[in-house]
Each structure stands twice: as structure tokens, then as C-alpha cells.
């Protein structure tokens, strides 16, 4: 099992966000989770990304045959997790190259590559950026500092093609966008997909998995999720919506 | 030792004691000190200071026994060693330099509106004991390093130096300030602009931690002059940097900045006080501090735009990161305006370093130290990079470095 989440219980500011969550996901595996606004989503996706201001009550997550619990954010990030922020942040004054070298370095590290010389990786960031129809001057700006919301959101996906991760998570990468910038990005994170990483997609709305097709869908209510199935529960959302699964 | 007692004692060794209008004026002023007559209440001079240690002082003055040196190493740049506040005499078509001497009583004692209950100015009036005047002379285009060297230990520089720009010059100064002793160095700048000068001063202070450091300057711009002032403070000492501006005619400018680095028990003391006295006239301030431990910082500014100053365009900001709980920043950007044409805004936000960003950072593989230091660089990045002195610039990168390595 790649993921593998059981029972887990998340409380933040004495108020208990996932109550005995479950969820497994496979290598190569595409789940989007579906659920209404404050069900708990974007928690699980932070608190799988190492938030702090969690507090775990309950449960184990095991990534890659490690306990989740056990490496701290970064060392999530460097063993193949990665999260694109329904909200990225915008940090003035850091340079998005030096940034993304330095991030994709601290991962080889870890993993006992060779670090990446300067010249190689501004050649792969032009590569990326231009598959994603990225403007090579976007990537002398500062990270996320005066993006529209759909740069916002091709930077992540930018970011996540850079650092090629085994497990990425993406929050609500759909709100905020147009349709030409959703076709963008989804083209984008379809170009990553391959047989040996897996995605784990949040959503609200059918359209965003009408351009990713997920292998598994999941309804989550009030912090756990109440109805696995395949893509036709999407469509079923779509038309009823979440009110008969609360 | 009472400050009196000081005085009486070395009045010897401080210059103008033999003038009988000086003398009047420090009677004056040792009455003020003895009777403790300072106004307290709002009085920025003696906010976030332990005064005891410059009450109780024992005064010690040097004279350098080595001339200081001024090399004129390639066209239109100076290099001047101060050593206990004084420096050799130097004269050619573009600069004079002269040390203080008595016949100068004039340009040198009184400190006229600065003075007024200001604690260390009216130490700097009442102890004068060294300093120096720098002329620029017309339409020339000039590089001055000054190198403030300090020889002993226990010393209490009293220094005062005079600036003068005259029409059409340019001045790009850079003073150091890197003393390792246990001194005291009170400076007071007085900095006159003639018509479309400019200066650009630029003080790098990076002393040790049983080094005090008081510098205050007062500008004052004639049309279309422009004062500029950047401080980059890394002392492990106090330091006090406080400056007084003047836009007294049309169309002139100042644009003042200070970044500092503090840790451990440190405390760094800014203000700003600038009036303006004419229209059309500009001044920006822009101050920045990184506070760790429990370190402590003040900036107080007050810009003043006069009933006259029509087309004033006055800007204030502070911003501070406090990266420890018993880190304080005290920020008060305060604006009077009496014009009703004029561009003004002040702000202020102190905090602790963005989490969020913080987290951003490190879910891409960044460890916590290094997130927190690339933050920290972010923070200044702007003021960092405007500086166009490649040299200063290597230097100024080269502390930041030595600051972060010991922030954990």
C-alpha cells in the first residue's frame, strides 16, 4: 500500500475536524475526494502534509512503508509528497529559481542523488515551464508575489513537474480558474501521471475530474468518508448534490 | 562621577571651554543635567535606554598619537581613517577637510534647535572633544570612505562633523563603524545642502557588544538637493541612530532608511524627525529590524509638513520580524500636517516570521532553519539589492550571513 490512513481523528482549536477517516491508495492510483464546504478536506490534505497546528487525536498514516508521523514536513516533501495549495502563498523577495533548485536538491539529498548544477537545472525549469506554457520571465519573480489565480495555480503544477513526487495531493486546484486555465493545468498534472506516482484530488465539482479521470471516488461528510465508489459517484454528486450522504 | 564633575575636571581637554558665550551655554547645560531637568514625558532621547551608564561615566579622551590618514587613491575618491574622532587636514580643488579647531566655535558649538532637551546632543555640546569639516566644493562628483577607528578601551568620544555640499556637488559617503572596545562614541552630523547637491550616505555599524554607539544627524536641503541615508546596523552594541531633516527650499528631498540585525540583549534606537518647510518637497522612510532573543528595538518618526509645504509628498514605513517571544519592537510613525495639498502615509507591522509561508517552504523539501533564513533574507531583499555599491553590497551580504548563521 502506497497511502494507507486508518482511523484517523484531527481536532484544531478544540473543534474535531476528521473523525476516523479511512482511506488506502495504491501506487499509480488517481482518488479525488468530494465533499461540501468544511467537511474536513483541505485538513486531511495538510494534516498529510505535515500542518502543525493539528492536533492528532486518533488513527496511523502510513506513506511508503513509513509512519507518516514520524518525518517532519519537509521530510514529507523530500520523500515524494506534495502538496499544490488550494491558496499558495506569496513570499516577496524569493525568487522562484534559486527556490525551486534549492527544493529539488534538498530531495535528491535525501535520497543520496547527485545534487543538480545551476546550468542543468535552469535548463529542465525552462523545459517544464514551457510544457506548461509558463512565460520563461514569470520564473525571474518572486514565489506566487503578484500572480492572477491561475498563474497561482500553474506555479503549482510547475512546482510539482519540477519535483516529480510519488504522491501528490491537490487542493482544490480547480477554484479560481477559468476553463482555458483548468484545461492548462489538468493537461499538466495528465502529462505527470504515470504508472508509478499517485494523486489524491479535492474537489467540489465534477468538471475538474471530467479532464483527470479518477480511478476512485470519495464522498466525505462531517470529517469521514461515507461513500467509495468509481467515477459515476461524481456525476451522481453533480445532479443530487451532498445533501442526502449529511 | 556627576557629569559636572566630569566637565570641571576635563574641561582642559573639550574643545571651546576658553569661550566665554560657550562657556555660558554649558552652565546652562550642566543645569539642566544636575537638576534633572529634562522633560521626561514624550522625551525620545531617554525612551528604551539604560541612562545610568551614560550619567555615571567616567570621561577619558585620547589624542591619536598617528596622524589619520587620507589617501586619494584614484580620481574623486577619498579614503579617511578617523581615529578617536579626528582626522588629518586635507585641501585640494574639490575637498576640504579640516579638523575642528577653536577659531571654529562658531560652526561647531551650538546645536541650535536639535539641541533642545535631546539628553545626548546636550552631552555632545557640553563634551565636545573632537570632529572635523568636510566642504565639497561646487559641481564636483565625490567618493568618501571614512573609517571610524576607535584606539582604546573606556574612550568617550564626544565628535561632531560638519558636511558641506556645495551647489551642484555630489557626495557618496560610507562611514564603518567596527570597534571591538569598550567605548563610547557620541557623533553629531550636521549635513548642509546647498542648491541641487546630493549626498548619499550610507553607515555600516557592526561594533561589539560593550561598544555604544550614538549617532545623530541633521540634514538640512537647499532646492533641489537631495539627502539620502542608509544605516545598516549589525552592532552587538547599543546604538542610537537618530536624524533630524530640513527641507527648507522647494523641489528638495530625503529619503531615509535603516535595517537592523539585532540579538542577544541588545537595543537599537531610531528616530526620525523630518520637517517640511517648503513645497514640492519629498521624504521617504523606510525602516526595517530583525529582532531575535531579547533584543529591543524604538522607531519613533515624525514628519512635519508646514502650512507652506504645498505638494509635500511624505512617506513613512516600518515593518519588524520578531523571531523570539521576548523580542520587542516599538514603532510610532506619527505625521503633522498643517498643508492641504500633500501626498502622506505612515504603517507600521511588527510580527513574527509567516508561518504560512513558512510552511509553504518546507512542504517543498526546505528544512525549518533554511526557510526561516531565506524568509529573513526576503524580508530586506528590496533594500539589499537597490544598493549599487558592489563592494558595500559584498560586505553587507557577508554580515547578514554571520547574523543568520546564528539565528536557530
Redesign the interface.
Given at each position: 500500500m502506497f497511502l494507507e490512513i486508518n482511523d484517523l481523528s484531527v481536532k484544531i482549536e478544540n473543534k474535531n475536524i476528521l473523525k476516523g477517516l479511512n482511506l488506502n491508495i495504491n501506487k499509480g492510483e488517481v482518488h479525488a475526494i468530494m465533499g461540501p464546504n468544511g467537511c474536513g478536506k483541505s485538513t486531511l490534505a495538510n494534516v498529510l502534509a505535515g500542518k502543525e497546528d493539528y492536533e492528532i487525536l486518533n488513527g496511523r498514516i502510513n506513506f511508503k512503508g513509513n509512519n507518516l508521523f514520524d518525518l517532519n514536513i519537509e521530510e514529507r516533501a523530500q520523500e515524494g509528497m506534495f502538496l499544490a495549495f488550494q491558496y499558495p502563498v506569496e513570499i516577496p523577495g524569493v525568487n522562484i529559481t534559486p527556490f525551486l533548485h534549492s527544493a529539488i536538491n534538498s530531495k535528491r539529498k535525501r535520497m543520496n542523488e547527485e545534487e543538480i548544477d545551476n546550468l542543468s537545472f535552469a535548463k529542465l525549469l525552462k523545459s517544464k515551464a514551457s510544457d506548461l506554457g509558463i512565460n520563461i520571465d514569470m520564473l525571474k519573480r518572486s514565489v506566487n508575489t503578484g500572480f492572477s489565480g491561475g498563474e497561482k495555480k500553474r506555479y503549482e503544477i510547475l512546482q510539482m513537474s519540477i519535483l516529480n513526487p510519488d504522491l501528490a495531493i491537490l487542493d482544490e486546484t480547480d477554484s479560481g480558474l477559468d476553463i482555458d486555465a483548468l484545461k492548462i493545468v489538468t493537461d499538466g498534472v495528465n502529462k505527470l501521471k504515470t504508472k508509478d506516482n499517485s494523486y489524491l484530488i479535492i474537489t467540489h465539482y465534477q468538471k475538474l475530474l471530467d479532464y483527470i479521470k479518477p480511478d476512485y471516488v470519495h464522498i466525505m461528510v462531517n470529517g469521514s468518508i461515507v461513500k467509495s465508489g468509481g467515477s459515476e459517484i461524481a456525476a451522481e454528486i453533480e445532479k443530487d448534490g451532498f445533501q442526502k450522504f449529511q | 562621577m556627576s557629569i559636572q564633575e566630569n566637565y570641571l575636571k576635563n574641561k582642559k581637554n573639550i574643545f571651546f571651554s576658553e569661550n566665554k558665550d560657550i562657556q555660558n551655554h554649558r552652565e546652562k547645560l550642566i543645569n539642566i543635567f544636575e537638576n534633572d531637568r529634562f522633560d521626561k514625558k514624550n522625551n525620545e532621547s531617554l525612551k528604551n535606554i539604560n541612562l545610568k551608564n551614560f550619567i555615571d561615566f567616567k570621561y577619558k579622551y585620547l589624542i591619536p598619537e598617528e596622524t589619520s590618514v587620507i589617501n586619494n587613491n584614484q580620481e574623486n575618491s577619498y579614503s579617511i581613517v578617523s581615529v578617536n574622532g579626528q582626522c588629518s587636514n586635507f585641501k585640494d580643488d574639490k575637498i576640504e577637510i579640516t579638523r575642528i579647531l577653536d577659531k571654529d566655535y562658531n560652526d561647531f558649538s551650538k546645536n541650535n534647535s536639535i539641541e533642545n532637551n535631546d539628553y545626548f546632543i546636550n552631552l555632545n555640546s557640553l563634551f565636545l572633544n573632537s570632529g572635523f569639516k568636510i566642504i565639497i566644493k561646487k559641481n564636483n562628483n565625490i567618493k568618501i570612505k571614512i573609517s571610524n577607528i576607535i584606539t582604546d578601551d573606556y574612550l568617550t568620544i564626544f565628535q561632531k562633523n560638519n558636511y558641506i555640499c556645495e551647489d551642484g556637488s555630489s557626495l557618496n559617503l560610507i562611514e564603518e563603524y567596527e570597534n571591538k572596545n569598550n567605548s563610547t562614541s557620541n557623533i553629531l552630523n550636521v549635513i548642509k545642502l546647498e542648491k541641487n547637491s546630493q549626498l548619499n550616505h550610507f553607515l555600516i555599524q557592526d561594533n561589539s557588544p560593550n561598544h555604544n554607539l550614538i549617532i545623530t544627524s541633521h540634514s538640512s536641503c537647499k532646492k533641489d538637493s537631495t539627502y539620502n541615508q542608509k544605516v545598516y546596523n549589525f552592532s552587538e552594541g547599543y546604538v542610537r541612530n537618530f536624524h533630524y531633516s530640513e527641507l527648507i527650499e522647494p523641489n528638495s528631498e530625503a529619503d531615509l532608511q535603516g535595517i537592523f540585525f539585532l540579538k542577544d540583549d541588545n537595543t537599537s534606537n531610531n528616530k526620525t524627525f523630518v520637517k517640511h518647510l517648503a513645497e514640492d518637497c519629498k521624504s521617504n522612510q523606510v525602516y526595517k529590524g530583525i529582532l531575535n532573543d531579547r533584543s529591543k528595538a524604538t522607531y519613533f518618526s515624525n514628519t512635519h509638513v508646514d502650512q507652506v509645504a504645498q505638494k509635500t509628498e511624505g512617506y513613512q514605513l516600518s515593518k519588524g520580524i520578531l523571531l523570539s517571544d521576548n523580542a520587542s519592537y516599538f514603532s510610532k510613525p506619527e505625521l503633522k500636517i498643517y498643508a492641504d495639498d500633500v501626498k502622506c502615509s505612515h504603517g507600521s507591522t511588527i510580527g513574527p516570521i509567516?508561518e504560512?509561508?513558512i510552511?509553504?517552504?518546507?512542504?517543498?523539501?526546505?528544512?525549518?532553519i533554511?526557510a526561516t533564513k531565506?524568509?529573513i533574507?526576503?524580508?530586506?531583499?528590496?533594500e539589499l539589492s537597490s544598493i549599487d555599491n558592489e563592494q558595500m553590497s559584498e560586505l553587507i551580504q557577508k554580515k547578514l550571513v554571520r547574523y543568520l548563521s546564528k539565528v536557530k
Amino acid at each position: 500500500m502506497f497511502l494507507e490512513i486508518n482511523d484517523l481523528s484531527v481536532k484544531i482549536e478544540n473543534k474535531n475536524i476528521l473523525k476516523g477517516l479511512n482511506l488506502n491508495i495504491n501506487k499509480g492510483e488517481v482518488h479525488a475526494i468530494m465533499g461540501p464546504n468544511g467537511c474536513g478536506k483541505s485538513t486531511l490534505a495538510n494534516v498529510l502534509a505535515g500542518k502543525e497546528d493539528y492536533e492528532i487525536l486518533n488513527g496511523r498514516i502510513n506513506f511508503k512503508g513509513n509512519n507518516l508521523f514520524d518525518l517532519n514536513i519537509e521530510e514529507r516533501a523530500q520523500e515524494g509528497m506534495f502538496l499544490a495549495f488550494q491558496y499558495p502563498v506569496e513570499i516577496p523577495g524569493v525568487n522562484i529559481t534559486p527556490f525551486l533548485h534549492s527544493a529539488i536538491n534538498s530531495k535528491r539529498k535525501r535520497m543520496n542523488e547527485e545534487e543538480i548544477d545551476n546550468l542543468s537545472f535552469a535548463k529542465l525549469l525552462k523545459s517544464k515551464a514551457s510544457d506548461l506554457g509558463i512565460n520563461i520571465d514569470m520564473l525571474k519573480r518572486s514565489v506566487n508575489t503578484g500572480f492572477s489565480g491561475g498563474e497561482k495555480k500553474r506555479y503549482e503544477i510547475l512546482q510539482m513537474s519540477i519535483l516529480n513526487p510519488d504522491l501528490a495531493i491537490l487542493d482544490e486546484t480547480d477554484s479560481g480558474l477559468d476553463i482555458d486555465a483548468l484545461k492548462i493545468v489538468t493537461d499538466g498534472v495528465n502529462k505527470l501521471k504515470t504508472k508509478d506516482n499517485s494523486y489524491l484530488i479535492i474537489t467540489h465539482y465534477q468538471k475538474l475530474l471530467d479532464y483527470i479521470k479518477p480511478d476512485y471516488v470519495h464522498i466525505m461528510v462531517n470529517g469521514s468518508i461515507v461513500k467509495s465508489g468509481g467515477s459515476e459517484i461524481a456525476a451522481e454528486i453533480e445532479k443530487d448534490g451532498f445533501q442526502k450522504f449529511q | 562621577m556627576s557629569i559636572q564633575e566630569n566637565y570641571l575636571k576635563n574641561k582642559k581637554n573639550i574643545f571651546f571651554s576658553e569661550n566665554k558665550d560657550i562657556q555660558n551655554h554649558r552652565e546652562k547645560l550642566i543645569n539642566i543635567f544636575e537638576n534633572d531637568r529634562f522633560d521626561k514625558k514624550n522625551n525620545e532621547s531617554l525612551k528604551n535606554i539604560n541612562l545610568k551608564n551614560f550619567i555615571d561615566f567616567k570621561y577619558k579622551y585620547l589624542i591619536p598619537e598617528e596622524t589619520s590618514v587620507i589617501n586619494n587613491n584614484q580620481e574623486n575618491s577619498y579614503s579617511i581613517v578617523s581615529v578617536n574622532g579626528q582626522c588629518s587636514n586635507f585641501k585640494d580643488d574639490k575637498i576640504e577637510i579640516t579638523r575642528i579647531l577653536d577659531k571654529d566655535y562658531n560652526d561647531f558649538s551650538k546645536n541650535n534647535s536639535i539641541e533642545n532637551n535631546d539628553y545626548f546632543i546636550n552631552l555632545n555640546s557640553l563634551f565636545l572633544n573632537s570632529g572635523f569639516k568636510i566642504i565639497i566644493k561646487k559641481n564636483n562628483n565625490i567618493k568618501i570612505k571614512i573609517s571610524n577607528i576607535i584606539t582604546d578601551d573606556y574612550l568617550t568620544i564626544f565628535q561632531k562633523n560638519n558636511y558641506i555640499c556645495e551647489d551642484g556637488s555630489s557626495l557618496n559617503l560610507i562611514e564603518e563603524y567596527e570597534n571591538k572596545n569598550n567605548s563610547t562614541s557620541n557623533i553629531l552630523n550636521v549635513i548642509k545642502l546647498e542648491k541641487n547637491s546630493q549626498l548619499n550616505h550610507f553607515l555600516i555599524q557592526d561594533n561589539s557588544p560593550n561598544h555604544n554607539l550614538i549617532i545623530t544627524s541633521h540634514s538640512s536641503c537647499k532646492k533641489d538637493s537631495t539627502y539620502n541615508q542608509k544605516v545598516y546596523n549589525f552592532s552587538e552594541g547599543y546604538v542610537r541612530n537618530f536624524h533630524y531633516s530640513e527641507l527648507i527650499e522647494p523641489n528638495s528631498e530625503a529619503d531615509l532608511q535603516g535595517i537592523f540585525f539585532l540579538k542577544d540583549d541588545n537595543t537599537s534606537n531610531n528616530k526620525t524627525f523630518v520637517k517640511h518647510l517648503a513645497e514640492d518637497c519629498k521624504s521617504n522612510q523606510v525602516y526595517k529590524g530583525i529582532l531575535n532573543d531579547r533584543s529591543k528595538a524604538t522607531y519613533f518618526s515624525n514628519t512635519h509638513v508646514d502650512q507652506v509645504a504645498q505638494k509635500t509628498e511624505g512617506y513613512q514605513l516600518s515593518k519588524g520580524i520578531l523571531l523570539s517571544d521576548n523580542a520587542s519592537y516599538f514603532s510610532k510613525p506619527e505625521l503633522k500636517i498643517y498643508a492641504d495639498d500633500v501626498k502622506c502615509s505612515h504603517g507600521s507591522t511588527i510580527g513574527p516570521i509567516d508561518e504560512n509561508a513558512i510552511f509553504y517552504l518546507r512542504s517543498r523539501g526546505m528544512s525549518k532553519i533554511a526557510a526561516t533564513k531565506i524568509l529573513i533574507s526576503s524580508f530586506i531583499n528590496e533594500e539589499l539589492s537597490s544598493i549599487d555599491n558592489e563592494q558595500m553590497s559584498e560586505l553587507i551580504q557577508k554580515k547578514l550571513v554571520r547574523y543568520l548563521s546564528k539565528v536557530k
